[in-house]
């Protein structure tokens, strides 16, 4: 079952904060995200593990609520650089099989 | 620039061509996936490679054939593709399959079915 993102999309001036949410139907265990500019490959931007802490870096930083099987992804202050689009990705296993989930997408523009 | 390396970047190709696919990655790393990617979606996996071997085929088509030469090189070998295969895929490693391990994208190859 595909993890959901929302907001689907969002703009924003720079400086400005968001907030990207990933919600699952299953139980998650850890949480990756990514940011996927046009044309380019998905960059890996941290991890969430079950039981571990918040993480961040710089400006992006983010949580996990195991209970309410969602991650959200804070982005403070936003620079232009952090437009793209921002898939949290979980792996997942289906009797035994390892699979790897992308959820829907966000797409981010920031503007100046 | 990513250190996964794809080529090509741009393939164009008719339905009855055959063309391949290349991967490579010199990180170590020993799992290697293919995805594909329609324009505003998700990438979707369609194999994983564990220690150079398959370990998981998503109900991918037979016209679409993986193969792991080695540890650092993945190959998708494409024959009889259809249009609705058009498409972004994108190769990517890690240290293994798991949990705690983050997947190292390359910058993907645009396939162009006529």
């Known amino acids: 079952q595909q993890p959901v993102q929302s907001p689907q999309a969002v703009i924003l001036r720079e400086g400005e904060d968001a907030v990207i949410n990933c919600s699952s139907s299953?139980?998650?265990?850890?949480v990756h995200w990514y940011r996927q500019k046009h044309g380019e490959a998905p960059v890996f931007l941290m991890i969430l593990l079950k039981g571990g802490e918040q993480k961040g870096h710089e400006k992006i930083s983010a949580s996990f609520n195991e209970k309410k099987q969602q991650s959200s992804l804070y982005l403070t202050a936003s620079q232009l650089s952090y437009s793209g689009t921002y898939f949290c990705?979980?792996?997942?296993?289906?009797?035994?099989?390892?699979?790897?989930?992308f959820g829907t997408g966000t797409r981010l523009k920031v503007l100046a | 620039d990513t250190e996964v390396t794809q080529t090509p970047k741009h393939l164009v190709m008719g339905m009855t061509n055959k063309k391949s696919l290349k991967c490579e990655q010199h990180m170590g790393h020993r799992a290697m996936y293919w995805y594909k990617q329609k324009a505003k979606k998700p990438p979707e996996l369609m194999f994983v490679y564990s220690y150079e071997k398959l370990s998981i085929n998503e109900s991918v088509p037979s016209r679409f054939s993986p193969e792991c030469p080695n540890s650092s090189l993945l190959n998708l070998h494409l024959h009889a593709l259809q249009p609705e295969d058009s498409a972004l895929y994108l190769c990517?490693?890690?240290?293994?399959?798991?949990?705690?391990?983050?997947?190292?994208f390359g910058d993907g190859t645009r396939l162009s079915i006529l």
């Open positions: 990705g979980t792996p997942a296993a289906t009797s035994g099989t390892y699979k790897y989930i």
């Open positions: 299953k139980a998650l265990y850890s």
């Open positions: 990517a490693s890690s240290q293994a399959p798991g949990a705690i391990e983050p997947q190292h």
